[in-house]
């Protein structure tokens, strides 16, 4: 659904009713679309740790890089 700014300040409690549905709302200003109006997903906490396992740090990470590779970013 598109609306032009006024008709979205005037209804933007519909508005968010109908973003909250699932439905995409555009706010337009003289015909052409300025911002979409959409519900934002449910945030869950995360879970630390949830990755444990699916990969490693290799034992050399911290090593210094290799004399050519540290000389480009000193050019």
Same mark, same amino acid.
């Given at each position: 659904? =598109? #609306?032009? /700014?006024?008709? @979205?300040?005037?209804? +933007?409690?519909? !508005?968010?009713?109908?973003?909250?549905? &699932?439905? =995409? #709302?555009? /706010?337009?200003? @003289?015909?052409?679309? +300025?911002?979409? !109006?959409?519900?934002?997903?449910?945030? &869950?906490?995360?879970?630390?740790?949830?990755?444990?396992?699916?990969?490693?740090?290799?034992?050399?990470?911290?090593?210094?890089?290799?004399?050519?590779?540290?000389?480009?970013?000193?050019?």
């Amino acid at each position: 659904m =598109e #609306v032009n /700014i006024h008709e @979205a300040k005037t209804h +933007l409690s519909r !508005l968010l009713e109908r973003a909250l549905m &699932g439905e =995409e #709302v555009i /706010i337009a200003k @003289a015909g052409k679309p +300025l911002v979409k !109006l959409v519900a934002i997903g449910k945030r &869950g906490l995360r879970k630390l740790g949830s990755a444990k396992g699916e990969f490693t740090v290799p034992d050399d990470f911290n090593d210094p890089l290799p004399k050519e590779i540290e000389d480009l970013f000193w050019k």
